[in-house]
């Protein structure tokens, strides 16, 4: 059932009950209120189990090198699309303008076999600092099995320090497709052809 259908289905539960209760009783807001309610909050954990069920699921092994501490990538939000991680430092590392550094995670991973986890830059450091990631996203291999290292460039016209603990990117689960490889003599026709590099306009 779609998750319009069930909102719909509880929306039409509270309007018979308070009819119902307004029929007995003679007083159906308080009551009809309460159902509602009630329904917001059915509505709410179906949904959630919905979109848990229709999600493509993985499990993501980390372990711990002999140089980690504090806590494993987690999601910090219900939704969240990424697992925070951060840097795991022995002193600060400050970043000059233009400059790029290679930030120990004190992690390696297993990634089961058609995934791959993709390493993006943090929107906030993005915006107040101007950290990025050179080669973002950055792509750790279901295969790969060393120790976890961001990337990270100063974008901005300040110096940035990045201390121990600090969350420097997050960790994407995607999934990924082998293409089986054929040569071509001949490419299939489109109206499209060879443009590119702005052929449909800037």
Not at 77 to 98: H, K, M, N, S
Not at 164 to 170: F, K
Not at 176 to 201: C, M, N, P, Q
Request: proline share 4%; glycine share 10%.
């Amino acid at each position: 059932m779609e998750i319009g259908q069930i909102k719909k289905s509880m929306q039409d539960i509270a309007k018979t009950f308070g009819a119902l209760v307004e029929e007995k009783l003679g007083e159906r807001s308080q009551l009809e209120e309460q159902v509602r309610m009630m329904a917001r909050q059915l509505e709410k954990v179906v949904s959630e189990a919905l979109w848990s069920r229709g999600m493509e699921r993985a499990t993501i092994r980390f372990k711990k090198l002999e140089n980690f501490k504090g806590e494993l990538p987690q999601y910090e939000t219900a939704y969240a699309a990424g697992l925070d991680v951060r840097a795991c430092l022995d002193q600060e590392i400050t970043i000059q303008p233009g400059a790029r550094e290679l930030i120990p995670t004190g992690l390696a991973v297993e990634i089961p076999r058609g995934f791959e986890m993709q390493v993006r830059p943090r929107s906030g450091l993005a915006i107040k600092k101007g950290l990025g990631i050179v080669n973002a996203p950055g792509t750790v291999d279901a295969d790969y099995r060393g120790e976890i290292k961001i990337i990270v460039i100063n974008f901005g016209q300040q110096p940035i320090t990045i201390q121990d603990q600090d969350r420097i990117a997050q960790f994407v689960i995607a999934p990924v497709v082998h293409a089986d490889i054929e040569e071509a003599v001949e490419l299939g026709e489109t109206a499209r052809g060879s443009g590119g590099f702005g052929s449909t306009g800037v």
